[in-house]
């Protein structure tokens, strides 16, 4: 049995996948099957814009890791390659005026809702210009002028809050809707199955969207938890849900538009189990020797980048001068947002005091 290190870090036990090639060549023709069948409902702007979203997500990605590596940001950094098609394809089909939370692994999540690479890039490096102001790193993007509430470390910290914020607009009589991100490990927690049946007692136009990339931390799935279709877990408190392709961004779109139509119509929520998996370790410090170069080798048959761009190209959509043109345009922006976050200066001292209480202590709230 030969054992061997892979370029992802990833600690090998025989890697020989032979046996299940057929398997795995089979399962990406009839993805790529159906995605194609997606196509037709979507015109040629769009499906570029998607493209072009989860080409600068990893684009950025990548960087982030490279600057991690050199030591310009600090903290703990959650990567989401392999994953772009989740938050890509989900945001894509809200509104503006749309509500997002997340876990701490959404650096996608920010910039698809609409926060500037630079200003995402300038927060991980801890500085001013963040979005953040440089105090938040990582785990806490937030902008409330694009309604992107967090960025939340606590394990399924995030999914009350969203709740909240759901029936605030219910309460305000708005139809604007809430989409609240976590991972599967999140779906362990107690607030998880509180949130989920006063949601649905109360009616709240909230999507849960569980990203479930099979492993909280360095734990597997199979490992954590009794019952693993989480989809069906909404059957306990009467919730509609969909499970969901998540290395396709057409399916992810069309499955969190059928849940924002219920939100917003009839302020009823929906859970879905989008099913991903990530490339990367945990984070930057995880080296994931719990995981064979194998396993990774397989799901990144599925890459959704790679997958998206072929049914592109093979449909006479887009062709290689265009994802050429991609690949520069991505390029330049990522570097862009390197050259802000490097130039933008650190927070002042006087920041430390600011944002602790929502007025400051003496002063009456306006």
């Avoid at 890509?88 to 005026?97: H, P």
């Avoid at 887009?318 to 947002?337: G, S």
Wanted: aromatic share 10%; hydrophobic share 35%.
């Amino acid at each position: 049995m030969k054992t061997e290190k892979s370029a992802t870090g990833v600690m090998d036990i025989d890697a020989s996948v032979s046996g299940e090639l057929a398997t795995i060549r089979e399962d990406h023709k009839q993805a790529k099957q159906a995605q194609k069948r997606r196509l037709g409902g979507l015109d040629r702007e769009t499906l570029l814009d998607l493209y072009y979203k989860m080409l600068l997500v990893r684009r950025f990605e990548e960087k982030s890791a490279e600057a991690y590596s050199m030591g310009k940001i600090g903290g703990f950094c959650h990567l989401y390659i392999g994953q772009e098609a989740v938050a890509v394809g989900s945001i894509s089909a809200i509104r503006q005026d749309d509500y997002v939370l997340a876990s701490y692994r959404e650096h996608a999540h920010a910039i698809a809702k609409g926060i500037s690479p630079e200003s995402v890039m300038a927060e991980l490096f801890g500085k001013a210009g963040g979005c953040s102001h440089g105090k938040g790193g990582s785990m806490h993007m937030f902008d409330a002028e694009v309604n992107f509430l967090g960025g939340h470390a606590i394990v399924g910290g995030q999914i009350p809050l969203a709740t909240g914020v759901a029936f605030a607009s219910k309460y305000k009589g708005t139809d604007q809707v809430t989409l609240c991100y976590f991972g599967e490990a999140a779906v362990n927690q107690g607030a998880f199955h509180e949130s989920l049946n006063m949601a649905q007692l109360w009616r709240v136009p909230c999507v849960y969207i569980c990203e479930n990339n099979q492993y909280g931390m360095g734990t597997s799935l199979e490992r954590a938890m009794s019952f693993q279709d989480i989809a069906q877990k909404s059957c306990a408190y009467e919730i509609a849900s969909e499970f969901v392709d998540g290395m396709d961004v057409l399916a992810v779109r069309e499955a969190t538009q059928r849940a924002v139509e219920r939100a917003r119509k009839e302020y009823l929520p929906t859970l879905l189990e989008v099913r991903t998996y990530r490339f990367m370790g945990h984070s930057m410090s995880d080296p994931g020797n719990y995981r064979t170069r194998a396993e990774i080798e397989k799901y990144q048959q599925r890459d959704p980048i790679k997958l998206f761009a072929a049914s592109l190209k093979e449909e006479g959509i887009t062709d290689d001068k265009d994802f050429e043109q991609f690949e520069a345009r991505v390029k330049e922006e990522v570097e862009r947002a390197v050259r802000f976050a490097d130039e933008s200066p650190l927070p002042e001292s006087g920041e430390l005091y600011k944002d602790v209480y929502a007025a400051p202590l003496g002063k009456k709230s306006s």
